[in-house]
């Protein structure tokens, strides 16, 4: 089991690191509302995203092979929740930079926001399938195997999805200007839509 841990960790870091819609709102919400504030998202994403493994692990995939139909309506769900999220990123307004960062965020909007970008990205499920396969299918001990991979899967994606909201508080220094903060939010919304998709496209 503990030759699992580095293995898992790199698998799971490769795929929370990686651009897709959940860091790109994160980095959305670092630049326009500061990292502490963002923080509900990532909580949120991470949770999220290690309930998706466990789910993978206990079984869900298989009713996902067994009704296509069901996969791909996730998908197309999931792809417009997504493509919503990019519309509300383009067309939101400037946001006045005096405002402190430091302010208690809305924990409870948060959460569910980033519960809901993780859970309809067909990328986080696809990641989860993956791992699945890799690390807990058909082994001698699978059960604690899906535990050990929900528990580093959830740990990293926390990790990478605060890195990415990091970095878009470290560049809200260059957005006080609103001209500056719409173009950041545009170019931001038409990443998010770009990779909704290339997840869609065969």
């Known amino acids: 089991m503990p030759s699992l841990v580095l293995p898992m960790f790199l698998f799971a870091l490769a795929g929370a690191i990686s651009p897709g819609p959940v860091n790109l709102v994160a980095a959305s919400l670092g630049a326009s509302a500061g990292f502490y504030r963002a923080l509900p998202h990532v909580a949120g994403a991470s949770l999220s995203y290690a ?11 298989g009713v996902l092979l067994a009704y296509p139909w069901a996969s791909q309506w996730v998908q197309y769900a999931g792809a417009a929740y997504l493509l919503y999220l990019s519309a509300r990123i383009a067309t939101a307004p400037p946001v006045q930079q005096a405002s402190p960062v430091g302010a208690a965020p809305d924990w409870l909007r948060g959460l ?14 696809l990641v989860a399938l993956s791992g699945v396969s890799l690390f807990v299918a058909g082994g001698p001990q699978a059960s604690a195997s899906l535990l050990l ?3 580093i899967s959830g740990g990293v994606c926390f990790g990478a999805v605060a890195a990415w909201a990091a970095l878009g508080r470290w560049i809200r220094r260059w957005l006080a200007h609103p001209p500056y903060q719409l173009l950041f939010n545009r170019c931001m919304a038409l990443a998010l839509a770009l990779s909704v998709a290339s997840m869609l496209l065969p």
Not at 51 to 61: C, D, E, K, Q, R
């Open 51 to 61: 309930a998706i493994v466990w789910l993978m692990g206990s079984g869900f995939h």
């Open 112 to 125: 569910v926001l980033g519960i809901g970008a993780q859970t309809l990205n067909p990328k986080a499920w």
């Open 149 to 151: 991979f929900c528990g």
